[in-house]
């Protein structure tokens, strides 16, 4: 049997190793979750929001304790690990707060004079498939729009993180929630898969990569289940010429390297206008050489280490394969040690259209360099991916940012801002990006029944 294993990848040190649940097992959970389901849907919304309330004290009560499993399982450095929990409290507070008036019954008046009206049911048990690299908040986001909707969640969290599983499953314990309503559930990928096709589990939904996007969404189609799926990006971070540029060098380094580069939404493809393009690589470079290399766990560190080590080999492969088709590398590109998660931040430019670098995510610590002479090659350059996730512009010229936000194929445009998700905003993306929202009214709304009332 695969035992699933809990290893600080900064020191390589084994801290836990979990027995993971049978098929059977896992049934018998799903089978819980939807006993819980069948009384928590008759609640009032104001009982469960109280229910959410406790669930954010909760992770303030104890955030040094969950940022400190976080930054032990997948190297985010402490001070991101605390802003990570404080986020997920809030997310918390927001449905508690949001969640009534979201779901309330929509009168129609019909033109002949009768009336109808659309009311929003909870849908039952929802799968969760969810990825390491912000081991609370992806789930948090999930789950408190989910539970305020009247529906029950089992979580299957990436394998690397266990013991953030399992704490998130105790913060809702600790908050009063029913026993069996939210459950974290030690699987393989291959039980998971099968529990899909479970007939309490009504929906999925998944945030991690295209590849498990698509092998989720399959068997999910099998079922006919709802999917919802948050998939990889390559955002664009375009930067015109009257942009304030101290600003936007500044942004765009904590954009890159926030969570050390590992993000869906992270910035990975710096758009510069020909005239301040090389003064925005050198002052990315500058910036980016002042950030401070440490352990996850001192709260100076500014980055740490990747979460494994074959994610840190994978994008050196990247890396080395751009740099053969005729990129070059200014900064960083060095291979890392056999086995080792740690990886020198490294910078591209002069990217060849058929390289990684130009084609596909690259989830870590490389910054992707391009220059383009007017709005139109701005967009091309942009649109010219897969993905469609998230993208900054940065400009002082409100009509450009305009017509560049409509230029722009993805799930969202942030002007002289780096992308962000927030409570309060839709999130989600398309083409390979995925589909669905997450967040704000459109996020409860994605696992609800809406039914049509006619009343004749």
Known sequence: MNLIKSVNPFTNQLLKEFVPLSQEEAKERVVQAQESFKAWRQT?????????????????????????????????????????????????DYYAEHAEDFLQDEPIALPDGKKAKVIHQPLGVILAVMPWNFPFWQVFRF???????????????????????????????????PKGLFQSLLISSDVTLDLIQEPQIRAVSLTGSEPAGRAIAAAAGKGLKK??????????????????????????????????????????????EHSVYTQFVEGFQERLSQLKEGDPLDENSDYACMARPDLAMELFEQVKKTRLLGGTIPFGGEKPEQGSPFFKPTLITDIPKNSPAFLEEMFGPVASFFSFESEEEAAQIANATDFGLGSSVW??????????????ESGAVFINSMVASHPWLPFGG???????RELSRQGILEFVNTKTVYLG
């Open 227 to 272: 999917t919802l799926l948050e998939l990889g990006g390559s955002d664009p971070f375009i930067v015109f010429a009257d942009a304030d540029i101290d600003q936007a060098v500044e942004t765009a380094v904590k954009a890159r390297m926030i969570n050390f580069g590992q993000s869906c939404i992270a910035a990975k493809r710096f758009l510069i």
């Open 143 to 177: 789950a408190a729009p989910t539970l305020m909707a009247g529906n029950a969640g089992v979580l299957k969290h990436a394998s690397n993180v266990p013991q953030c599983a399992l704490a998130i499953q105790e913060v809702f314990e600790k908050a009063g929630f």
């Open 395 to 408: 400009t002082k010229d409100s009509d450009r940012a305009e017509r560049m936000s409509r230029s722009i």
């Open 44 to 92: 009032s919304l104001s009982e469960r929001a109280v229910l959410m309330k406790k669930a954010g004290e909760q992770l303030r009560s104890e955030k040094e304790h969950y940022a400190r499993l976080i930054s032990l399982e997948m190297g985010k450095v402490i001070r991101e690990s605390l802003a990570e929990i404080e986020k997920c409290a809030w997310v918390c």
């Open 430 to 436: 398309i083409k390979n990006s995925g589909y669905g």
